[in-house]
Nanobody, 125 residues
């Protein structure tokens, strides 16, 4: 599966953005999807994950209550709604998919086999 992340941009603190992750080749319909981010000078970190059927979602503590992961399998797209953004949310955001995941979700980047190219989110104070 080839993924394409989009929706990043520049936003003021307290604002919102919605990121999208679409499969340009293949489908994410039977894949668990995760969002990760890499801030300048830091390692890539887990943000949120969702099972293939949307039955379960999981979030990093740093974004819980502010971010929402969702998906529309009919459109072959996953989303990350980001509200109450903070300057520390500034990072390149990546989506990832793991085929044949059943009803599981994954929080380690090494669990995912397919990645998008990343979209930059900049939150100004």
């Amino acid at each position: 599966v080839q993924l394409q992340a989009s929706g990043g941009g520049l936003v003021q603190a307290g604002g919102s953005l919605r990121l999208s992750c679409a499969a340009s080749i293949g489908t994410i319909g039977t894949s668990a999807v995760g969002w990760f981010r890499r801030a300048p000078g830091l390692e890539r970190e887990f943000v949120a994950a969702i099972t293939s059927d949307s039955s379960t979602t999981f979030y990093a503590d740093s974004v819980k209550g502010r971010f929402t992961i969702s998906r529309d399998n009919a459109r072959g797209t996953a989303y990350l709604q980001m509200n109450s953004l903070k300057p520390e949310d500034t990072a390149v955001y990546f989506c990832a998919a793991k085929k044949g995941s059943g009803y599981n979700f994954y929080i380690r980047d090494s669990d995912y086999g397919d990645w998008g190219q990343g979209t930059l989110v900049t939150v100004s104070s």
